[in-house]
Nanobody, 121 residues
Framework: QLQASGGGLVQAGASLRLSCAAS????????MGWFRQAPGKEREFVAA????????NYADSAKGRFTISRDNSKNTVYLQMNSLKPEDTAVYYC????????????????WGQGTQVTVSS
């Protein structure tokens, strides 16, 4: 089970940190990541990180402003989002699978519920 949190309503330029905690059959996963889906658009990959070593994979839209990290002891992944823009408004979903590459392809064993991020201009 993946439990996401941390979304909210912020103004452009602000920061948010999303969290996603994994519980249950965590032995079967080696990486976690984030996707987002804006209204009327398809779900898109944002970033992923593996447990060990901490290999990261970012979508071009996330590079430079978003940072993904993980706390292995808590089975939790974080997405630090800085300099948020209105176009970052979306429902953000966390996901888990065996590698950052399979996650980037959208092939994920587990999906969490979404958390809404709204950025006002």
């Amino acid at each position: 089970q993946l439990q996401a949190s941390g979304g909210g309503l912020v103004q452009a330029g602000a920061s948010l940190r999303l969290s996603c905690a994994a519980s249950g059959r965590t032995f079967s996963i080696s990486a976690m990541g984030w996707f987002r889906q804006a209204p009327g658009k398809e779900r898109e990959f944002v970033a992923a990180v593996s447990w060990s070593p901490a290999i990261t994979n970012y979508a071009d839209s996330a590079k430079g402003r978003f940072t993904i990290s993980r706390d292995n002891s808590k089975n939790t992944v974080y997405l630090q989002m800085n300099s948020l823009k209105p176009e970052d408004t979306a429902v953000y979903y966390c996901a888990a699978d065996r590698s950052v590459f399979s996650i980037a392809r959208g092939s994920c064993m587990y999906w969490g519920q979404g958390t809404q991020v709204t950025v006002s201009s």
